[in-house]
């Protein structure tokens, strides 16, 4: 049975390009980057290069672009660099957020910081509240890793007032939906390679030129104090190229995702039904069409999960940060699903390498996991009735 990856939320496999650019390098221009010698130029090139690239695809200025591990430290670093601490200045967020939002925001709370929440609607978009009149910082994704639900980041950053520091955490979006620093008006943006092809142990925090950004480690002038430590060249020109490749032939993939997962919805609702699709619906334009989220009422997620994996599917039951917990999602309970729908939830996650014949076959593996496991709850309650 060949194995279906529907988990490219979690990681995508590393695109051959980026594995190709990352090869030269490592052979062409191993030296340090800050060191003066001939191959520590060469190296500061090629990192200054994939910094300008990557700048140009994203919108931004080349200065504004820090690179990091990825995108929990990115987070990690926008949140807790940005927020001004004590009570006098609040921040505004939502359950919506990935866990490397959330927990940087729950240790902010315990140094005295306000934190507010704003409600989320059925369909997994935030519905801004009044601001307090400390409100300094807001944090709001691009895209959701578990429904795709697209937030409208531009027109609430411009509906707010200036003063307002807004971080958006778009690594869900990267590579799959235009994304342009400048035109969003935010003041710090996320991203990681190794949602979009890229490798793993790379990404970017951009700071909008005039942020004053406090670090998080210390002990070297790399990356104008933001991020010290030696770059990491091969790793940053991976994701150059990958980006490079998903940028080029976004419109196409993103036809090809809309109809894959359009493909995979309407076959699970025909051979799996009951079903309910979570956040945006299969025709919205507001989604990213890598993410599937849906439920299927009568199964528990996390048998299902154990069922699909030994039928050679790959999927979650949220994000990868938290799939260890047994708890319902967080995303889905701000979104006020019902529990039997909350408690039965699954998220498949397409790419462009996706084809239709992996969906029709999963599909096919999905609706006989889900058969046999209500037939074994249904048989269950017969044999203990209430």
């Given at each position: 049975m060949r194995p279906i990856?529907?988990?490219?939320?979690?990681?995508?496999?590393?695109?051959?390009?980026?594995a190709e650019a990352m090869r030269a390098i490592e052979s062409t221009a191993f030296g340090n980057p800050s060191s003066a010698h001939s191959a520590g130029r060469k190296a500061r090139q090629a990192l200054e290069n994939a910094r300008e690239c990557i700048a140009d695809l994203l919108g931004a200025n080349p200065d504004e672009v820090t690179f990091t591990s990825g995108a929990t430290e990115a987070n990690n670093l926008a949140v807790l660099g940005l927020a001004p601490p004590g009570a006098s200045s609040g921040v505004i967020a939502s359950h919506l957020e990935h866990p490397c939002v959330l927990e940087p925001l729950r240790q902010l709370e315990t140094r005295g910081v306000p934190i507010t929440?704003?409600?989320?609607n059925r369909r997994g978009i935030v519905e801004p509240a009044p601001l307090?009149?400390?409100?300094?910082?807001?944090?709001?994704?691009?895209?959701?890793?578990?429904?795709?639900?697209?937030?409208?980041?531009?027109?609430?950053?411009?509906?707010?007032?200036?003063?307002?520091?807004?971080?958006?955490?778009?690594?869900?979006?990267?590579?799959?939906?235009?994304?342009?620093?400048?035109?969003?008006?935010?003041?710090?943006?996320?991203?990681?390679?190794?949602?979009?092809?890229?490798?793993?142990?790379?990404?970017?925090?951009?700071?909008?030129?005039?942020?004053?950004?406090?670090?998080?480690m210390f002990g070297g002038h790399q990356q104008q104090g933001k991020r010290p430590g030696t770059e990491p060249v091969a790793l940053a020109v991976g994701m150059q190229a990958a980006l490079v490749r998903m940028v080029a032939n976004m419109t196409a993939n993103r036809t090809t995702l809309e109809s894959l997962r359009a493909q995979l919805a309407n076959r699970l609702r025909e051979i799996a039904s009951p079903v309910q699709v979570n956040g945006p619906e299969i025709s919205a334009t507001d989604v990213v069409p890598t993410t599937l989220n849906i439920s299927f009422p009568g199964c528990r997620a996390d048998v299902l999960l154990m069922s699909l994996d030994l039928a050679g599917v790959a999927c979650s039951t949220?994000?990868?940060?938290?799939?260890?917990?047994?708890?319902?999602?967080?995303?889905?309970?701000?979104?006020?699903?019902?529990?039997?729908?909350?408690?039965?939830?699954?998220?498949?996650?397409?790419?462009?390498?996706?084809?239709?014949a992996d969906i029709d076959e999963a599909a096919n593996r999905i609706g006989y996991a889900i058969e046999i496991t209500r037939t074994s709850r249904s048989k269950a309650g017969q044999s203990h009735p209430s």
């Amino acid at each position: 049975m060949r194995p279906i990856y529907l988990d490219h939320n979690a990681t995508t496999p590393l695109l051959p390009e980026a594995a190709e650019a990352m090869r030269a390098i490592e052979s062409t221009a191993f030296g340090n980057p800050s060191s003066a010698h001939s191959a520590g130029r060469k190296a500061r090139q090629a990192l200054e290069n994939a910094r300008e690239c990557i700048a140009d695809l994203l919108g931004a200025n080349p200065d504004e672009v820090t690179f990091t591990s990825g995108a929990t430290e990115a987070n990690n670093l926008a949140v807790l660099g940005l927020a001004p601490p004590g009570a006098s200045s609040g921040v505004i967020a939502s359950h919506l957020e990935h866990p490397c939002v959330l927990e940087p925001l729950r240790q902010l709370e315990t140094r005295g910081v306000p934190i507010t929440w704003w409600p989320v609607n059925r369909r997994g978009i935030v519905e801004p509240a009044p601001l307090h009149a400390n409100t300094r910082l807001i944090c709001l994704m691009f895209a959701n890793h578990e429904t795709g639900a697209v937030q409208p980041i531009r027109d609430l950053v411009a509906s707010h007032p200036s003063h307002i520091m807004w971080h958006c955490d778009a690594a869900q979006a990267v590579g799959k939906i235009p994304v342009n620093f400048r035109d969003l008006s935010v003041t710090t943006l996320s991203a990681s390679a190794h949602k979009f092809g890229g490798p793993k142990g790379v990404g970017v925090l951009i700071t909008k030129r005039g942020t004053t950004l406090h670090p998080l480690m210390f002990g070297g002038h790399q990356q104008q104090g933001k991020r010290p430590g030696t770059e990491p060249v091969a790793l940053a020109v991976g994701m150059q190229a990958a980006l490079v490749r998903m940028v080029a032939n976004m419109t196409a993939n993103r036809t090809t995702l809309e109809s894959l997962r359009a493909q995979l919805a309407n076959r699970l609702r025909e051979i799996a039904s009951p079903v309910q699709v979570n956040g945006p619906e299969i025709s919205a334009t507001d989604v990213v069409p890598t993410t599937l989220n849906i439920s299927f009422p009568g199964c528990r997620a996390d048998v299902l999960l154990m069922s699909l994996d030994l039928a050679g599917v790959a999927c979650s039951t949220g994000s990868a940060c938290s799939s260890g917990s047994l708890l319902p999602s967080p995303v889905l309970k701000a979104m006020g699903v019902p529990d039997d729908v909350l408690r039965s939830a699954l998220r498949f996650s397409l790419s462009p390498l996706t084809t239709i014949a992996d969906i029709d076959e999963a599909a096919n593996r999905i609706g006989y996991a889900i058969e046999i496991t209500r037939t074994s709850r249904s048989k269950a309650g017969q044999s203990h009735p209430s």
